[in-house]
């Protein structure tokens, strides 16, 4: 799956790692087998627009109608590399406990050229870490493509787990130069962790100067082959091959049923039974996805496309489908399915509200965009008997107090920040219907604005008071 472009666009024309590791085989057995599966989880970006290259999740509980989660606003937003993230997949660990989304680092959007990000772009994925699929780690880069000679770009990772190794095969298109000729060809490297992983090889290389960045493989039990691989070429082809590392065998391709213009395919198996849907992002017509079923992956004649399914309000752009157990959705739906976004009103200025503006943060009337005001009052970081106050449009960023100024941060993951994004919410103190804030780290400190910039202040005057009195509105 690839970084898709602006309908119409082809990309056609387009045209060291970490210390290399050893990594063990010795694992528990693969995911897939540990419960059976109850819903899906559709991870993508929606396009190039202000804020389209980030994460976004929706839901489905019967794998072709699907909801827009989070109340279809970002779910996870990168403020490293590039700053915008596309064609993420996400990864559960065989053991069934932890959990990676491995994006492309590019933002389109910025104004960047397509030929500028493949030649001269990110040579880094995007990752996040989770221990449940709902508290999410600060992203990291990794340099997948840093050793790689000329390299320009690292687009469209996948990951699939090899029960054989004992580790994830990640694999990514990088643009690059290879006897004499420069273009796209799919690389790999072994990893267990996504924070190290060994050295880089070509993977899929097309004859000539035929180029290749989207390619997604499935584990098929019981099937002619075990894994089966949709590419895009000119057309979306399908394979097969028993190993990872072996032959694959073409099977196919579907430009009778698709013609040209998509990319990015997607597998999902359906829980309830034998039957596949392969979806493909319409990039040619800026449609999204659409879906291709097959009850039989090895017999390309019988895919066939129906009208039976449904996106959402969010354009779904290039992603991935995790398959979820019945604990995995119910967190999950309870975290993003009809999450609470709260306004935070200023008690003395009652047409004003908090919010965030170039990360800095004060009290403003007619916020624009709206979402520059709304928060979400997350357990504490430091205490969960206390809030930490994160932004709804910046998804792990969180108001915190230096030098008792505040801004908008990044979660850094450290103790001295989870203590200055921690407070206590007590009884307005100028009106004990409403709502004070009181510093985890500074206790004779609460939330105050000041000539309307917020500010962490003792509080003595009733002018105090009133400064450090909010409403929290739904």
Not at 49 to 67: C, K, R
Not at 214 to 219: G, W, Y
């Amino acid at each position: 799956m690839s970084p898709s472009r602006p309908a119409r666009l082809s990309r056609r024309g387009l045209l060291a790692a970490a210390a290399a590791v050893p990594l063990a085989a010795a694992v528990p057995a693969p995911a897939a087998a540990q419960a059976a599966y109850t819903g899906y989880l559709m991870a993508h970006f929606i396009g190039e627009g202000t804020g389209g290259e980030q994460i976004y999740l929706a839901h489905a509980d019967n794998g072709l109608n699907w909801t827009d989660l989070n109340r279809s606003q970002i779910v996870l937003r990168s403020h490293i590399g590039t700053q915008g993230v596309r064609d993420p997949v996400i990864v559960r660990n065989p053991a069934g406990n932890r959990y990676w989304i491995v994006a492309t680092d590019l933002r389109i959007g910025s104004g960047t050229s397509w030929g500028d990000a493949a030649n001269n772009g990110s040579r880094s994925l995007v990752v996040w870490e989770s221990s449940d699929l709902v508290n999410w780690s600060s992203p990291w880069l990794l340099g997948v493509a840093n050793s790689i000679g000329d390299a320009g770009n690292a687009w469209a990772p996948e990951a699939i787990w090899d029960a054989a190794a004992g580790n994830f095969l990640l694999y990514w298109a990088t643009n690059s130069t290879r006897n004499g000729i420069k273009k796209h060809r799919i690389w790999s490297a072994r990893t267990t962790d996504f924070r190290s992983f060994t050295a880089p090889q070509v993977y899929i290389d097309l004859p000539g100067s035929e180029g290749l960045i989207d390619t997604q493989i499935v584990e098929v039990a019981g099937s002619t082959y075990r894994y089966y691989r949709a590419s895009k070429t000119t057309q979306i082809v399908i394979e097969g091959a028993n190993s990872l590392t072996g032959s694959w065998t073409r099977l196919g391709d579907l430009s009778g049923l698709t013609g040209g213009g998509v990319e990015g395919p997607m597998w999902a198996k359906f829980n309830d039974r034998s039957e596949w849907a392969l979806w493909l992002d319409q990039y040619a017509t800026g449609r999204g996805y659409m879906p291709v079923l097959t009850t039989n992956p090895a017999a390309v004649s019988g895919y066939r496309t129906t009208s039976g399914y449904g996106l959402g309000a969010n354009l779904k752009r290039h992603g991935f489908v995790l398959n979820l157990t019945q604990a995995e959705e119910t967190r999950v739906l309870n975290r993003y399915q009809n999450p609470v976004f709260n306004r935070l009103q200023s008690y003395n200025f009652q047409d004003r509200y908090v919010r965030h503006y170039n990360m800095d943060v004060r009290i403003d009337s007619g916020v624009s965009p709206a979402q520059d005001a709304q928060f979400r009052l997350a357990p504490g970081l430091a205490s969960s008997g206390a809030v930490s106050i994160e932004s709804v449009n910046y998804p792990g960023h969180f108001l915190r107090h230096s030098n008792y100024d505040f801004a908008l941060v990044a979660n850094d993951g450290s103790a001295q920040f989870a203590a200055d994004a921690t407070f206590t919410r007590t009884a307005g103190l100028a009106d004990g219907s409403w709502s004070s804030f009181q510093s985890y780290n500074n206790p004779t400190r609460y939330i105050r604005h000041y000539a309307y910039n917020l500010r962490l202040d003792p509080i003595s005057t009733a002018t105090d008071r009133s400064d450090a009195t909010f409403r929290v509105t739904t």
